[in-house]
């Protein structure tokens, strides 16, 4: 049974820094493509950001700079490395795999976490 767990969430101020984790258990971790998506009150499911098998990235230019993402194989787990954050990053962060490689789409994604949440006050 394949279960993805983040990590990490909670309140920061404006400015500040957090990193979330996704341990992953019951699948070859690196065999998938692994991404970050949120989702604020009364929003769609947003693309954050996503890594290969190999450790290629892909990041929206509008939060290059801010946002990494980073994993472990041996550890079966992701991070995302959120800096300077602001009010609008304030959302619920959800983990996500897919076999092979990296896609933007929510829905080319097999697996999920329950999500973290990610609150940025002003």
């Known amino acids: 049974q394949v279960q993805l767990a983040e990590s990490g969430g909670g309140l920061v101020q404006a400015g500040g820094s957090l990193r979330l984790s996704c341990a992953a258990s019951g699948l070859t971790f690196s065999r998938f493509g692994m991404a970050w998506f949120r989702q604020a009150p009364g929003k769609e499911r947003e693309f954050v950001i996503a890594?290969?098998?190999?450790?290629?990235?892909f990041v929206p230019d509008s939060l290059k700079g801010r946002f990494t993402i980073s994993r472990d194989n041996a550890k079966n787990t992701v991070y995302l490395q959120m800096n300077n954050q602001k009010p609008e990053d304030t959302a619920v962060y959800y983990c996500?795999?897919?076999?092979?490689?990296?896609?933007?789409?929510?829905?080319?994604?097999?697996?999920w976490g329950p999500g973290t949440q990610v609150t940025v006050s002003s």
């Open positions: 890594i290969n098998p190999g450790g290629s990235t």
């Open positions: 996500a795999a897919r076999p092979i490689v990296l896609s933007t789409l929510a829905n080319d994604y097999v697996y």
